[in-house]
């Protein structure tokens, strides 16, 4: 499956962006997609997860309750909402899809995913 993350820019502390990650070239729904981001020094983290078929949503606490992810299947199509943002979401954003074999509890390792975008910048500023 190949991946495209767009959507992201620069905000103030407080704003609002939304990320889409476009999929296509297999079935959409038969994978688990994920939000991951790295910020300049730092390793890859996971930020949120939805499940194959959208059954459940699944979030790092720094991002809980500020942060959405949807998927919508008809236009395979993943978003992450971003709210109330943060200096500290400053970061280069991925989506990534994993087998739908893959287990719950291992869904926030980056390294069980299979496919990757390419990332998409977020700035915030205070």
């Known amino acids: 499956v190949q991946l495209q993350a767009s959507g992201g820019g620069s905000a103030h502390a407080g704003d609002s962006l939304r990320l889409s990650c476009q999929a296509s070239g297999r079935t959409f729904s038969n994978y688990n997609l994920g939000w991951f981001r790295q910020a300049p020094g730092k390793e890859r983290e996971f930020v949120g997860g939805i499940r194959y078929g959208g059954r459940s949503t699944y979030y790092a606490d720094s991002v809980k309750g500020r942060f959405t992810i949807s998927r919508d299947s008809a236009k395979t199509t993943m978003y992450l909402q971003m709210n109330s943002l943060k200096p500290e979401d400053t970061a280069l954003y991925y989506c990534?899809?994993?087998?739908?074999?893959?287990?719950?509890?291992?869904?926030?390792?980056?390294?069980?995913?299979?496919?990757w975008g390419q990332g998409t910048l977020v700035t915030v500023s205070s």
């Open positions: 990534a899809a994993a087998s739908m074999s893959k287990i719950l509890s291992s869904l926030r390792d980056p390294g069980v995913y299979d496919y």
